[in-house]
């Protein structure tokens, strides 16, 4: 068996700059590691494709933390919107209910039918742009995604950047007991809003989605604040990663930025590159073993927590050719941006329909675009998170 990975590994920012190039270092020694993540426990990382889009479907682990351990009983119960009782982390039966639900406002033709609004966003952030210039994280990547999630939940919007706050805040991995204390003080404020934003749709119901949530029965209480938070969460999160990391792969490939531009078409093809090439989720959310099993010739002991991460998956040799170029046009592409069996993302056909607008009108109005700073002054935010994305991306156009 490979050495055990230590914990800092996941946390510095060299290997947030390029996490890349460690795997495939990695990837010479075998398809899974032991890690120290958390410290102290049992904990192992997937790095192939094949082993690792088989754990994302495998039922034998788990995503219910309140099986396995004080630790993360604790952790459940401290932070419960985001580690209790939604459908990112229960099995079934409750997962299958719980989708169901939910679903239903997640459907194609539902999604499709927040296209002009999307659009009619996009322009409007664009609009806003100066002199040329614009901070496309701040001013575009993360405005949009949080104002179409807010509208379809109906939080009002002077609330919007309250939640950015305690969004970032909630998947920050901290184990700094000022930052945890912070997470936590998070956790509480935005239970507490959903608490109170649930009770004035009971009172005087809308045409948005907390108040379809709140109409459900079959919700308990815990249920439908866990599951509003993770809405709220997963609904902008990971699309203010897909814009910025896609934007900044094709003004690091400008042949294919020409090629796009010459071809939008390609579009869609595009997103999908952008999604196995430098995704938005660089670690898929925790599983456990809820019995001993065997994963690629290693041992994995009951209640041990496995990761795959996505990242490495995408970059996996044996499956992608030329794995680390960019390759808009690429056609047999496997990634498992969105994850894969039943926590398939509920949020997929969502987060393309924005990352398409956003980009494909990104370059359609701004021509010349450029990046406005040296590379080496770009940074990652939330080291050692499950997520990957850009702190600041300067633009020039």
């Known amino acids: ?195 109170r934003m649930c009770e004035e749709r009971r009172q005087e119901p809308r045409d948005d989605l907390i108040s379809a949530l709140v109409a459900m029965e079959e919700l308990t209480e815990k249920e439908l604040i866990s599951t509003l938070s993770l809405l709220l969460i997963a609904g902008h999160e990971t699309t203010v990663n897909l814009i910025g990391n896609g934007v900044l792969a094709l003004l690091r490939n400008p042949d294919q930025l020409d090629l796009l531009r010459a071809k939008p078409e390609l579009l869609p093809n595009a997103i999908e590159e952008f999604l196995r090439y430098d995704g938005p989720v660089e670690r898929s959310t925790p599983r456990f073993a809820s019995e001993d099993l065997e994963i690629a010739g290693t041992r994995i002991p009951r209640g041990a927590m496995v990761h795959v991460s996505i990242g490495a998956v995408g970059r996996d040799p044996e499956v992608f050719a030329e794995p680390d170029r960019l390759d808009i046009t690429r056609t047999d592409n496997r990634h498992v941006a969105f994850g894969h069996g039943i926590h398939f993302c509920l949020g997929a056909p969502l987060a393309r329909l924005e990352g398409q607008i956003a980009i494909g009108t990104l370059l359609e109005r701004l021509p010349q675009l450029a990046l406005g700073c040296a590379e080496e002054e770009l940074s990652r935010r939330l080291t050692g998170s499950v997520v990957r994305g850009l702190s600041r991306l300067p633009i020039r156009f």
């Not at 490979?2 to 990695?26: C, G, I, M, N, Q």
């Not at 580690?83 to 033709?109: E, G, Q, W, Y």
Request: charged share 30%.
């Open 1 to 195: 068996m490979p050495e055990k990975l230590p914990f800092e590994f996941l946390f510095t920012p060299e290997f947030s700059r390029d996490p890349y190039a460690v795997y495939a270092s990695l990837r010479e020694q075998g398809p899974i590691f032991p890690i120290d993540f958390p410290p102290g426990f049992d904990a192992y990382l997937i790095i192939d494709h094949e082993h690792g889009r088989a754990a994302l479907n495998d039922p034998r682990l788990s995503k219910d933390m309140q099986r396995f351990g004080d630790y993360f009983k604790a952790i459940a119960t401290e932070d419960d919107i985001l580690f209790d009782s939604n459908m990112l982390s229960v099995d079934p039966p409750d997962h299958t209910r719980l989708r169901r639900i939910v679903s239903k406002a997640f459907t194609p033709r539902r999604v499709e039918e927040l296209r002009p609004r999307v659009q009619a966003i996009t322009d409007e952030l664009i609009d806003g742009f100066e002199g040329g210039a614009a901070e496309l994280i701040d001013e575009f990547a993360f405005p949009l995604p949080i104002i179409v999630i807010c509208e379809l939940l109906g939080i009002p919007s002077q609330d919007r950047d309250q939640f950015r706050e305690w969004s970032s805040l909630l998947v920050n991995p901290t184990f700094v007991p000022e930052e945890v204390e912070r997470r936590r003080a998070a956790a509480r404020a935005t239970t507490a809003y959903f608490r």
